[in-house]
């Protein structure tokens, strides 16, 4: 089997993004699992161009994309990504849209297809802080999400994906008093379990992680 797991440059004129560091520290091999890398523009109009050549090049049996989420305390698994843009800030080329969909016409979201639920146990059964997410955002992480989605269930049907936010990094929470952070050392232990968890399985738990607001 082959991953292939996907990271942010840098944005938001911040120097560093965990997403795209956390690809240095990933062996080239989990288990029987080839792991892939590629960092990926912070721009809406170029990401998802950059992340179907990565696919097909590679081929892989399954995606996952990082991004950051500054303030979250938690390793992030998102459970939906939704069909709608809506930028706060703009991207690293400029580009700003808002109220325009990912894929006009396309489904109004797009669930994850890797066992998110089943991860998130493993993560907090290693130490590490973790939930599901029920909002990945309107910024480029959510196109990414919604985009690697819309790819899978129209070109690559058998392609399993999904998305996973980070939290700052402690140099990036040291301009931000009170933000939480986590290691960069225990972010990519925490990619490293997702991605081992995926592998060895489809099907995903039952338990109780919704939210109440």
Do not use: W
């Not at 990565?54 to 939906?80: N, T």
């Not at 690293?92 to 994850?112: E, K, L, T």
Request: proline share 8%; aromatic share 4%; net charge negative.
């Amino acid at each position: 089997m082959k991953a292939l797991v996907t990271g942010f440059e840098p944005f938001g004129g911040d120097g560093v993004n965990p997403a795209s560091e956390v690809l240095k520290l990933l062996p080239p091999r989990i288990g029987a699992l080839d792991i892939a890398t590629r960092v990926l523009p912070c721009a809406f109009d170029r990401v998802l161009a950059e992340l179907a050549d990565a696919v097909g090049e590679l081929r892989p049996d399954l995606v996952l994309c990082l991004g950051l989420a500054g303030g979250r305390a938690e390793l992030s698994l998102e459970r939906v990504a939704i069909n709608v843009d809506d930028a706060r800030i703009a991207d690293n080329d400029g580009g700003q849209p808002i109220d325009r969909p990912v894929v006009a016409g396309g489904p109004a979201g797009y669930f994850s297809t890797l066992p998110i639920k089943a991860a998130v146990a493993a993560l907090r059964e290693a130490g590490l802080p973790a939930t599901v997410s029920n909002s990945a955002g309107t910024f480029v992480c959510n196109h990414l999400f919604y985009g690697l989605m819309h790819l899978l269930a129209t070109r690559r049907p058998g392609l399993r994906g999904g998305f996973m936010h980070l939290p700052y990094l402690p140099s990036q929470a040291a301009a931000q008093p009170g933000a939480p952070s986590m290691a960069l050392a225990d972010i990519a232990h925490g990619v490293e379990i997702v991605l081992a968890v995926a592998a060895a399985q489809r099907d995903d738990i039952v338990a109780a992680e919704g939210a109440i607001s």
